[in-house]
């Protein structure tokens, strides 16, 4: 069974400074993808990062950076200089492979204090 | 950039009620998804489909919901007979094929809200 657990419902973090935001899965799959999206409050679902299980380097897309450790099976979301638009909810997930379904964590809130 | 549409943004409907859920699904993906998000909760499998069938379904697809995609570009998920607790955000997504990857990035659609009254 696969199962990804985000424990932090809500974060603040101030605008220009980093944040990480958790998120720790568990799998019997040898090879999965990892995701992370954001929701907005408009509700839509835009994808973010996305980190192979056998990829070695961690996953950068600009200000987003995944910081993966398998052994400890976490997936952490770095936003570097958080910015007031960064406000939304981030949900990671997983996938054991094309086609398959995608499981998702409850989510984070996260508010940028200006 | 392409992006997954999906018809109506809203909908309205009484239970018991059947509705259908629109997607355009980004054109060179193989891969169709319907996910649901009641409010407040974390976003839910309901369908795969793959090569005019479907690949998976969870739980919660019972009888009541099917999915068709009935031309070249749209993907529908019908509910025959709505419930109040079918309420939520339904969310359409695709992914493309890509040799060699662990598994491709499902993009998604902006969703429909769906409220039964």
């Known amino acids: 069974a696969q199962k990804i657990t985000q424990t932090q419902p809500g974060m603040f973090v101030q605008e220009k400074e980093a944040v990480t935001l958790d998120c720790t899965y568990d799998?019997?799959?040898?090879?999965?993808?990892l995701f992370w999206y954001k929701q907005p409050s408009s509700g839509e679902m835009i994808f973010l990062i996305y980190q192979g299980s056998y990829d070695e380097q961690n996953a950068t897309e600009g200000r987003y950076s995944l910081n993966f450790q398998k052994a400890r099976k976490s997936a952490n979301l770095v936003i570097s200089a958080s910015q007031l638009g960064d406000s939304a909810m981030y949900f990671c997930?997983?996938?054991?492979?094309?086609?398959?379904?995608?499981?998702f964590g409850t989510g984070t809130s996260l508010t940028v204090i200006p | 950039e392409p992006e997954v549409t999906q018809t109506p943004s809203h909908q309205v409907t009484q239970m018991g009620q059947e509705v259908i859920l629109r997607c355009v699904p980004i054109?060179?993906?193989?891969?169709f998804y319907w996910y649901r998000q009641i409010l407040g909760q974390k976003v839910e499998f309901l369908v795969s489909?793959?090569?005019?069938?479907?690949?998976?379904k969870s739980e919660i697809f019972d009888d009541q919901f099917s999915v068709e995609r009935p031309d070249g570009s749209n993907f529908t998920l019908k509910i025959r007979s709505t419930k109040l607790e079918d309420s939520a955000m339904y969310f359409c997504a695709s992914s493309p094929p890509r040799a060699g990857a662990i598994t491709d990035t499902q993009y998604f659609g902006p969703g429909t809200r769906l409220t039964v009254l």
């Open positions: 489909f793959y090569n005019n069938e479907i690949s998976e």
């Open positions: 997930a997983m996938s054991p492979n094309t086609g398959n379904q995608f499981y």
């Open positions: 054109s060179n993906h193989l891969y």
């Open positions: 799998t019997s799959d040898q090879s999965y993808g």
